[in-house]
């Protein structure tokens, strides 16, 4: 079954985030990893390059359209198929659907880019950031 939409999907419920709608702005694996077991598969742009994947002006409509549909969400959440923090936009984003609709707003990442400044910043826009906690070992 096909989904009209390209950049949200959801509702999801979840244990930790109750029904939370959710916004993917990176288009399909474009990650800074290549997680083993990351669902989706291997990773087939590998980068830490940040970039504007163009996707904020229609992700923001297709949350409008859900929004509008009645879909009433505990938290919008910035993940999907691809790092979210590599986008360029994700602070401003986060801010516009914090004032257009006043819903918390999470980002779920990886913590890759989480030592740079600029990310540092737009992530700290969100209400709650969830990054993965790997290590290769127990010491590590």
């Known amino acids: 079954m096909n989904s009209p939409?390209?950049?949200?999907?959801?509702?999801?419920?979840?244990?930790?985030?109750?029904?939370?709608?959710?916004?993917?702005?990176?288009?399909?694996?474009?990650?800074s990893y290549d997680c083993a077991y990351c669902q989706l598969g291997a990773t087939t742009?590998?980068?830490?390059?940040?970039?504007?994947?163009?996707?904020?002006?229609?992700?923001?409509?297709?949350?409008?359209?859900?929004l509008a549909a009645g879909m009433i969400p505990d938290y919008i959440t910035l993940a999907g198929s691809g790092e979210p923090t590599l986008h360029t936009g994700l602070g401003d984003f986060v801010?516009?659907?914090k004032s257009r609709w006043g819903a918390p707003v999470a980002v779920i990442t990886n913590g890759s880019l989480l030592w740079e400044p600029s990310v540092q910043h737009e992530v700290a826009q969100a209400d709650l950031v969830m990054p993965s906690l790997d290590a290769g070992s127990e010491a590590a």
């Open 45 to 66: 742009a590998k980068t830490i390059q940040r970039a504007d994947f163009g996707a904020t002006k229609p992700a923001l409509e297709e949350i409008e359209q859900k």
């Open 95 to 97: 801010q516009k659907v």
């Open 5 to 31: 939409y390209r950049y949200v999907f959801g509702p999801v419920l979840s244990r930790r985030l109750g029904r939370s709608l959710g916004v993917d702005l990176i288009p399909f694996k474009t990650c």
